[in-house]
Nanobody, 126 residues
């Protein structure tokens, strides 16, 4: 499975940004795409997830009220829309794919995902 993230970049505090992740090579009819991020000096943390089984899921405490995750099953794409960005949102954002029948998103660790994109930088400036 290959995943490609797009849409990152530099944005000012309070701005918005949309990240997309497109997967290829997923075999199962049901799958999930998770979004994680890793800030400098910190561990990678879960942000949100979208599954074909149950739709959108936001990890607890992840930018509450400031992000929306959506998916397009036909395009095998998950999109992370972030609003009112803050400096603490600065990180490399990764998407991961979990190719498993019946899986619904829940706050699992990154190691449980099967495949990863290369990551994309998001920088929020004052």
């Amino acid at each position: 499975v290959q995943l490609v993230e797009s849409g990152g970049g530099l944005v000012q505090t309070g701005g918005s940004l949309r990240l997309s992740c497109t997967a290829s090579g997923i075999i199962e009819d049901e799958y999930a795409i998770g979004w994680f991020r890793q800030a400098p000096g910190k561990e990678r943390e879960g942000v949100a997830c979208w599954s074909t089984r149950a739709g959108a899921y936001n990890y607890p405490d992840s930018a509450k009220g400031r992000l929306t995750v959506t998916g397009d099953r036909s395009k095998v794409t998950a999109t992370l829309q972030m609003y009112d960005l803050e400096a603490k949102d600065t990180a490399v954002y990764y998407c991961g794919a979990l190719d498993e029948w019946g899986f619904s998103c829940r706050p699992i660790k990154d190691v449980e995902y099967d495949d990863w994109g290369q990551g994309i930088q998001v920088t929020v400036s004052a």
